[in-house]
Structures are given as structure tokens and as C-alpha cells.
Nanobody
Framework: QVQLVESGGGLVQPGGSLRLSCAAP????????MGWYRQAPGKQRELVAD???????SYADSVKGRFTISRDNVKNTVYLQMNSLKPEDTAVYSC??????????WGKGTLVTVSS
């Protein structure tokens, strides 16, 4: 199991922006499917955004048009740019790396708090 390391969380006002980073010390990083999950207090964990090894992206309906996921295969890092943040975006954000058939790595998460 390889530990992914998230950073960039913090306190931001509604309407503000944050960029999360996830450093993934994985060999052949470009072969991994990468994603961002979030879990708010008392709620189930949800997949917010993901990006394939080919660069195709998908988003949860709740963040479409506001969040952008990207990856840098030279730096072995995946990013989540979050704009127009809302209080309901408050959660612990964690990244995941997946390679078939059954290789999965997680980070410990970074807390994002959206509040005035």
C-alpha cells in the first residue's frame, strides 16, 4: 500500500476557490485511474471527480461546472480546482489511485471548510 498525500485544504468563504493537490509516489503513475472523494459529517462518501490514464474526466452533478480535475504525469500529481465554493462543499477530500485488476491506494484526506 502506497500512501497518497493530499494538500491545499483550508477555510474559505462561500464563492471562493481552492486548489487541492494529491502527490502519488507510484511507479508508472500515468497508468492509474485517479479520483477525488469527499465525505461530509454524517454523510456517505461520494466520488466528486475522476480522471482516467488517458485524461478523460467525469464529475458528480453537484460539482459540474465548478470543479476541475487534472493530472500532471511528470510530477505524479493530481489536482482538484474548486471554484464558486458553497457551504455544502465542506468535507474531507481524499484522493484515490486505482489500477486494475485490484490495486487501490488512498490518501488520508484534507479538510475543506466553506464558511463565512
Amino acid at each position: 500500500q502506497v500512501q497518497l498525500v493530499e494538500s491545499g485544504g483550508g477555510l474559505v468563504q462561500p464563492g471562493g476557490s481552492l486548489r487541492l493537490s494529491c502527490a502519488a509516489p507510484l511507479n508508472t503513475f500515468n497508468s492509474y485511474f485517479m479520483g477525488w472523494y469527499r465525505q461530509a459529517p454524517g454523510k456517505q462518501r461520494e466520488l466528486v471527480a475522476d480522471i482516467t490514464s488517458a485524461g478523460s474526466t467525469s464529475y458528480a452533478d453537484s460539482v459540474k461546472g465548478r470543479f476541475t480535475i487534472s493530472r500532471d504525469n511528470v510530477k505524479n500529481t493530481v489536482y482538484l480546482q474548486m471554484n464558486s465554493l458553497k457551504p455544502e462543499d465542506t468535507a474531507v477530500y481524499s484522493c484515490i489511485a486505482v489500477r486494475l485488476p485490484n490495486e487501490v491506494h488512498w490518501g488520508k484526506g484534507t479538510l475543506v471548510t466553506v464558511s463565512s
